[in-house]
């Protein structure tokens, strides 16, 4: 058990529906990464945040965003939802800043119908 | 330039054989390379780590070699055991900031007993 807790494991919805996920990091950990996993991209990292700010920013679609709030939980929000952001969402923590040793939850399934 | 190109996709080893999974890289400014492990319904967990100040880091069965002037990296699990039948990735990013973890496609390892 990695320590951060992912919910829910499984999502199903529509296309254009708007859908959030949710991530508590490991005790003390005070960085969370969002990645998506599909098999044609493999794992591609789309934010981090810092306790609270966004640090970094990477094949993020403008129909998702995210948010990390003070007790250090994260939220991913998904809208305008297509068939092919079907995946497997991971969130992801490390005590520091630098994403060395990071911690994966056990992913949140999305399927978009 | 932010790519890890790993190879092979799929390997299949019998039990108590060498399993050899090969990664490379383009950008120079990478300086630290995790290999992660992923079993079935779980989150992807770090396995082993190398910067390329050294050319190689053992841990129990799992040994990762670097060359850093053909910027390739490999992992090599001794005497496999069916227990490391996974998805093994490789990642490569530059360290001391917020720098995305850069994974590359996967090899799903399969020891047979």
């Known amino acids: 058990d990695s320590g951060v807790t992912q919910t829910p494991k499984h999502l199903i919805t529509a296309t254009g529906q708007r859908v959030t996920l949710r991530c508590s990091p490991r005790s003390g950990d005070l960085s969370v990464y969002w990645y998506q996993q599909s098999l044609d991209q493999g794992l591609q990292f789309l934010i981090q945040y810092y306790n609270g700010e966004e640090r970094a920013k990477g094949n993020i679609l403008e129909r998702f965003s995210a948010q990390q709030f003070p007790d250090l939980h994260s939220e991913l929000n998904l809208s305008s939802l297509e068939l092919g952001d079907s995946a497997l969402y991971f969130c992801?923590?490390?005590?520091?800043?630098?994403?060395?040793?990071?911690?994966f939850g056990s992913g949140t399934q999305l399927s978009v119908l | 330039q932010q790519q890890v190109k790993q190879s092979p996709q799929s390997l299949i080893v019998q039990k108590g054989g060498i399993s050899i999974i090969n990664c490379a890289y383009e950008n120079t400014a990478f300086d630290y390379f995790p290999w992660y492990q992923q079993f079935p319904g779980k989150g992807p967990a770090l396995l082993i780590a190398?910067?390329?100040?050294?050319s190689e880091k053992k841990e129990g069965r799992f040994t990762i070699s670097f060359n850093k002037s053909a910027k390739q990296f490999s992992l090599h699990i001794m005497d496999s055991q069916p227990g490391d039948s996974a998805t093994y990735f490789c990642a490569a990013s530059i360290s001391g900031g917020a720098q995305k973890l850069v994974f590359g496609q996967g090899t799903r390892l399969t020891i047979n007993p």
């Open positions: 190398i910067r390329p100040d050294v």
């Open positions: 992801a923590s490390s005590a520091q800043v630098t994403n060395e040793k990071l911690f």
